[in-house]
Structures are given as structure tokens and as C-alpha cells.
């Protein structure tokens, strides 16, 4: 099964639905980030959210959702598209808890109490920031809370993550139902009937049940009208750490040339290591020198330095 979201209406067009499936996305993000198993849910979690709303735009525009507590884990940052293109991290991909006290992965205790970012890139000369307190730290409630308060959207979220026992990702995926004005009260409580009777998300996937029945078990009237792919992808490349590297200016890469002989960036998003020897820097100062600096935007803000 491919990733994807599919987007489909119910209740006579008063309910917009989205439904992914981002278990491949997730054993890659997985694998590359070596995340341990509540850090692989809380990120596998922000990623389906990240899908989804990523489905929610049209052609160029992106978004990115921040969610930034005090817990163990740091930030979970996540990258979207309407392309369906998703990448993803976390700030502390080895955190280790003990099971909550439902003996699930303690998501909440890894993030910890903070906000909820969502930045959107909609094409304009500044973009939409919307931000809400953590309600939960177990994200699905946060992201429902979000809608609410800064899209004035009642929603309902469920976003899953399961993990085998090797830590591995069984599944991963989830589903956002959108409530537009004018739905009947009585809409809305069998809804909520259907939510408490729905049971995981993750269980009804490792069953391999199509994204379209969980909906219809949901909605019974949900009706799909098309898929997006989803797929894992980087925007990391060599020009552009070329391009942070010369925004550090030429006395950071001098220290670093006599310091280190050399650098080493890797990638926040994909974890992609990029070696620069002591030729490297030295082109690259030559570069700043030359003031051909120019190139690639850079990627601000989304790599760290190794030493
Ligand atoms: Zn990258």
C-alpha cells in the first residue's frame, strides 16, 4: 500500500473528510532518524497531521507544524505540501519513557506542555501563523484544538502511530472529519456516538481496512473524491548547505578550517550528512571572497553543525 490522504465529503457536502495512511513515510522517517518508539509515535503522529493539512492546500503552497513543549523530545517540526510531499523530525529522536498509565506510549510526557505552531506558506508576502497552547501533548487533541480556535472549524482528529515490539512501524495514519456551518445537531451527536465506537484508528489499519470503510464507519454517507500520494522528500541538497555554510560568513569558516580542518552538516529533516574537507571551506571562502555567494537559498534554521 502507497501513502496517500484521501479527501471526500459526507453529511450532503456539510462535512469535508481526509483520511491517511503514512505508514511508509513513517519506517523511513524512522529508519533515518533512528527514532525510538515514542518518538517514532509523537513524529508518525505530526506527520499524518502534517499530511493531511498539506492536503487541505492548493498547488505551491506548504506549511509547516511546530510543536514545540518542554519535554525530553524538543521540537516536532513537520514539512507539508499539496504535492503530498512530507518531511519531518524531532529534536530528541532517543527518548526513552515508560509506558503511561494505560500502558501506551507516553506521547503527552515526552512533548511535554508548550504550543502548537502552524506556519503556512500560502504564495503572499507574509505568511499565515497561527499558534495554540497544548491542550494535550498527545497531538491528535492539540491538532483538533487548533482547528477550533485558530480556523474556527470544529473537527474531529484521531492520528495514530503502532509500533512493533522490534520498534519498527507497524502502521501509521489517521483522519480529520471537518464540520462546516449549518450541520444538524443530530449530525453532530451521531458523530460523536460513532467516534466512541470507532475504537484505534492504527487497529483498524493493521487490518489492512481501506481508508474509504474506516471513513464510512465514521460518516456512513462519507464519499470519496480523490487521493493524494503521499511521499517522503527532502529539500536538503549540497548547494544549498553550500549556501549556509557562506551565510556563517568567512571568520566562522576560517575558525572552522583551522579548527577542524573541515565540517561535517547534517540535514534536521533527513539526517543526510554532508562532508566538507579543508578544500571545501577553503573554495567556499574563495567564494565569499569572490562575492559570488549567491546560489541556492539556504537552509535556515534546519541543520546543525558536527565538529
Ligand atoms: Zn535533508
Same mark, same amino acid.
Do not use: W
Given at each position: 500500500?502507497?501513502?496517500?490522504?484521501? *479527501?471526500?465529503?459526507?453529511?450532503?457536502?456539510?462535512?469535508?473528510?481526509?483520511?491517511?495512511?503514512?505508514?511508509?513515510?513513517?519506517?523511513?522517517?524512522?529508519?533515518?532518524?533512528?527514532?525510538?518508539?515514542?518518538?517514532?509515535?509523537?513524529?508518525?503522529?505530526?506527520?499524518?497531521?502534517?499530511?493531511?493539512?498539506?492536503?487541505?492546500?492548493?498547488?505551491?503552497?506548504?506549511?509547516?507544524?511546530?510543536?514545540?513543549?518542554?519535554?525530553?523530545?524538543?521540537?516536532?517540526?513537520?514539512?507539508?505540501?499539496?504535492?503530498?510531499?512530507?518531511?519531518?523530525?524531532?529534536?530528541?529522536?532517543?527518548?526513552?519513557?515508560?509506558?503511561?498509565?494505560?500502558?501506551?506510549?507516553?506521547? *503527552?510526557?515526552?512533548?511535554?506542555?508548550?504550543?502548537?505552531?502552524?506556519?503556512?506558506?500560502?504564495?503572499?508576502?507574509?505568511?499565515?501563523?497561527?499558534?495554540?497552547?497544548?491542550?494535550?501533548?498527545?497531538?491528535?487533541?492539540?491538532?483538533?484544538?487548533?482547528?477550533?480556535?485558530?480556523?474556527?472549524?470544529?473537527?474531529?482528529?484521531?492520528?495514530?502511530?503502532?509500533?512493533?515490539?522490534?520498534?519498527?512501524?507497524?502502521?501509521?495514519?489517521?483522519?480529520?472529519?471537518?464540520?462546516?456551518?449549518?450541520?444538524?445537531?443530530?449530525?453532530?451527536?451521531?458523530?460523536? *456516538?460513532?467516534?466512541?465506537?470507532?475504537?484505534?484508528?492504527?487497529?483498524?489499519?493493521?487490518?489492512?481496512?481501506?481508508?474509504?470503510?474506516?471513513? *464510512?464507519?465514521?460518516?456512513?454517507?462519507?464519499?470519496?473524491?480523490?487521493?493524494?500520494?503521499?511521499?517522503?522528500?527532502?529539500?536538503?541538497?549540497?548547494?544549498?548547505?553550500?549556501?549556509?555554510?557562506?551565510?556563517?560568513?568567512?571568520?566562522?569558516?576560517?575558525?572552522?578550517?583551522?579548527?577542524?580542518?573541515?565540517?561535517?552538516?547534517?540535514?534536521?529533516?533527513?539526517?543526510?550528512?554532508?562532508?566538507?574537507?579543508?578544500?571545501?571551506?577553503?573554495?567556499?571562502?574563495?567564494?565569499?571572497?569572490?562575492?559570488?555567494?549567491?546560489?541556492?537559498?539556504?537552509?535556515?534554521?534546519?541543520?546543525?553543525?558536527?565538529?
Amino acid at each position: 500500500m502507497t501513502d496517500r490522504v484521501i *479527501r471526500g465529503l459526507a453529511l450532503d457536502g456539510r462535512a469535508r473528510a481526509y483520511a491517511a495512511d503514512t505508514t511508509e513515510t513513517m519506517r523511513e522517517l524512522q529508519r533515518r532518524h533512528g527514532t525510538f518508539p515514542v518518538a517514532t509515535a509523537a513524529l508518525g503522529r505530526t506527520i499524518t497531521a502534517g499530511a493531511i493539512m498539506g492536503a487541505m492546500l492548493k498547488g505551491e503552497e506548504r506549511l509547516t507544524v511546530r510543536i514545540k513543549g518542554d519535554g525530553p523530545i524538543g521540537q516536532i517540526v513537520v514539512d507539508a505540501g499539496a504535492d503530498g510531499v512530507v518531511r519531518g523530525y524531532v529534536d530528541n529522536p532517543h527518548v526513552d519513557l515508560p509506558p503511561n498509565d494505560r500502558g501506551k506510549l507516553d506521547v *503527552r510526557g515526552a512533548v511535554g506542555e508548550g504550543s502548537l505552531y502552524v506556519v503556512k506558506d500560502l504564495g503572499l508576502k507574509d505568511p499565515y501563523v497561527g499558534s495554540v497552547p497544548l491542550v494535550s501533548g498527545e497531538i491528535a487533541e492539540d491538532v483538533t484544538y487548533y482547528f477550533a480556535k485558530s480556523e474556527q472549524t470544529p473537527s474531529a482528529v484521531a492520528l495514530g502511530v503502532l509500533v512493533d515490539t522490534d520498534g519498527s512501524v507497524r502502521v501509521s495514519g489517521g483522519f480529520v472529519l471537518q464540520l462546516m456551518p449549518g450541520i444538524a445537531e443530530e449530525d453532530i451527536a451521531g458523530i460523536e *456516538r460513532k467516534l466512541e465506537e470507532l475504537g484505534s484508528v492504527t487497529e483498524k489499519l493493521d487490518r489492512e481496512v481501506p481508508l474509504v470503510d474506516l471513513m *464510512r464507519e465514521l460518516v456512513p454517507s462519507f464519499t470519496a473524491l480523490d487521493e493524494l500520494p503521499v511521499t517522503f522528500r527532502c529539500r536538503c541538497s549540497r548547494a544549498r548547505i553550500d549556501s549556509t555554510l557562506i551565510g556563517l560568513g568567512r571568520e566562522e569558516l576560517e575558525s572552522m578550517l583551522a579548527e577542524q580542518g573541515g565540517a561535517e552538516v547534517i540535514c534536521h529533516f533527513c539526517s543526510e550528512r554532508y562532508v566538507y574537507d579543508a578544500g571545501d571551506l577553503r573554495r567556499l571562502i574563495a567564494r565569499i571572497d569572490g562575492g559570488g555567494a549567491g546560489g541556492e537559498e539556504p537552509e535556515t534554521g534546519e541543520t546543525k553543525m558536527e565538529s
